[in-house]
């Protein structure tokens, strides 16, 4: 056990730890009237992550105020009581590495700052919204309609063609999810909400063929298509997909296969 101002830290855990962890003491306040934390503590993992430097960091300034903006300064030295904490996420700009810090309030004066490197989520990050943007433009090209279901808002953001697609104003960038539903035809309404719900419970990709009633009271056909998509912490907070009318294509089928059927009936 470590002790300072007969304060209790566990240095057998901070020392196995796969992250980077520092104890801060409150110094007071800088010219600047910001406040100033010397490091009490660093554990091994914390001198890996600045790239093998070896110099001795007990009593040095945490250059905190170089790595939070003003704003988040001011919220990371709010932290008071037991208890508090708080997130950032930041580029470490010598070591063009992007990191999280969790920052808790151990005691009056004390912080304790858990620091991971989340520069491998962020690139993946990156790949997906590049992949997303284009995507939509892929999308955008070839006529579809584009949506974003969001589940804790129960809101389905779409583009103009998707709207167009339904006889909507194109104006209207979102409708609400029961909106959605009041336009699909009753005889397929208990089997979409099925497709709807296995797609979201096994976090499989969504597929489904249905008719949409217009509000002229006409129906088409569409070919409905999304994919799951994950937050940060891996939860399901939403949807993207596209739709496209294939009206005009069931009808040409159809149209066919009468042909067919007056030509084999002669």
């Known amino acids: 056990m470590l ?57 040095k300034i945490f250059p905190l105020s170089d790595i939070l903006n003003e704003k988040q300064l001011e919220k990371a030295s709010g932290l008071q009581k ?12 010598k070591l063009n ?24 989520k962020k690139r993946l990050e990156q790949e997906l919204a590049e992949s997303e943007k284009i995507l939509r433009m892929t999308l955008e090209i070839a006529g579809e309609g584009l949506w974003e279901w969001h ?12 709207a167009k697609t339904l006889g909507l104003t194109e104006e209207a960038g979102y409708h609400d999810m029961d ?4 336009h699909v035809h009753p005889d397929d309404l208990d089997k979409l909400r099925a497709t709807l719900d296995e797609a979201t419970g096994t976090e499989q990709p969504y597929f489904s063929e249905h008719r949409m009633v217009l509000d002229d009271g006409s129906t088409i056909w569409i070919v409905d298509r999304g994919i799951p998509v994950k937050d940060k912490n891996g939860r399901l907070y939403r949807m ?15 149209d066919l296969f009468l042909e067919k059927e007056m030509i084999s009936s002669t």
């Not at 589940?151 to 998707?162: F, I």
Request: proline letters at 2%.
């Open 97 to 120: 590495r992007w990191q999280l810090l969790s920052i808790y309030c151990q005691q009056e004066s004390y912080l304790v700052i858990m620091i991971d490197d989340i520069t491998e």
């Open 3 to 59: 002790k300072y101002n007969n304060i209790d830290f566990d240095m057998l855990i901070f020392e196995k730890m796969n992250k980077g962890a520092v104890i801060l003491k409150s110094q007071g306040l800088n010219e600047y009237g910001e406040t100033l934390f010397k490091i009490a503590y660093a554990n091994p993992h914390y001198y890996e992550m600045l790239a093998g430097e070896s110099y001795e960091l007990i009593n």
């Open 179 to 182: 909106f959605y539903m009041s």
């Open 151 to 162: 589940y804790d808002e129960q809101l389905v953001y779409h583009n103009k063609r998707w």
């Open 240 to 254: 993207i997909g596209s739709q496209i009318d294939t009206s005009k294509y069931r009808q040409a089928q159809q």
């Open 82 to 93: 037991k208890g508090d904490s708080t997130q950032f996420e930041y580029l470490h700009p």
